[in-house]
């Protein structure tokens, strides 16, 4: 498969606990973005790589969440202390020229 | 004011119709405009790219313009298979080309 691939799928986790999703982009696309989504929304942007530099992050991104992508390869998006309002489906697209998303991580904080 | 605006719908269309849908952006500089095809839990997929010129892809037919900043697209002999959320994305030089969604629009095709 040499789509975008995330792990895990689905994810749920008490209030409070910290979580980590992963996201295997395409090889040779320089871009990854990751972006959340909640029910009857569209994604929203949350932060954008290039290479291995971390050049935007949304004012969504709060002290809570940080992203890596340490060899400008995969990337993980961290979330400390979750709350309910972070349960929403956590997107990653990889692009070079046109956009590849992968299939998500649903996350469920209860 | 949303960046991007769609009615959520839904819209419930016999099968074998023709639907339209719009979209309205508020940034000038967008450049790139895209629809996508989300199903009930899946990620988002690319149905279209939407050019100045309007293109069309079978049944498929989408249109931009600029002056008004509005997108649309036209589904032809519509099938039961077309079910599914239409999401409008424009993308801005000027936001390194991160996707601005619009809600999207539900779409039932009824049989």
């Known amino acids: 498969d040499t789509g975008v691939s995330q792990d895990p799928r689905h994810k749920i986790t008490k209030r409070g606990q910290n979580v980590t999703f992963r996201c295997d982009p395409i090889?040779?696309?320089?871009?990854l973005y990751w972006y959340r989504q909640t029910l009857g929304q569209g994604p929203e942007f949350l932060t954008y790589?290039?290479?291995?530099?971390?050049?935007?992050k949304s004012r969504l991104l709060s002290d809570r969440f940080s992203a890596e992508r340490p060899k400008g390869s995969f990337s993980t998006l961290e979330i400390q202390r979750t709350e309910q309002g972070d349960s929403a489906m956590y997107l990653c697209?990889?692009?070079?020229?046109?956009?590849?998303f992968g299939s998500g991580t649903r996350l469920t904080v209860v | 004011r949303k960046e991007v605006e769609q009615d959520p719908g839904p819209f419930n269309v016999p099968e074998g119709a023709t639907v339209a849908f719009n979209c309205t952006y508020s940034?000038?500089?967008?450049?790139?405009f895209f629809w996508y095809r989300q199903d009930c839990r899946k990620e988002p997929k690319l149905l279209m790219s939407?050019?100045?010129?309007?293109n069309e892809d079978g049944r498929f037919t989408a249109q931009l313009n600029r002056a008004s900043q509005y997108i649309s697209l036209l589904i032809r002999d519509s099938k039961l298979s077309d079910s599914a959320t239409y999401l409008c994305?424009?993308?801005?030089?000027?936001?390194?080309?991160?996707?601005?969604w619009g809600a999207g629009t539900k779409l039932i095709i009824k049989p």
């Open positions: 697209a990889s692009s070079l020229d046109g956009y590849t």
């Open positions: 090889s040779e696309h320089n871009r």
């Open positions: 790589f290039q290479n291995e530099a971390q050049l935007e």
């Open positions: 940034n000038s500089a967008s450049q790139s």
């Open positions: 939407v050019y100045s010129s309007g």
């Open positions: 994305v424009v993308a801005a030089m000027d936001s390194n080309y991160q996707l601005i």
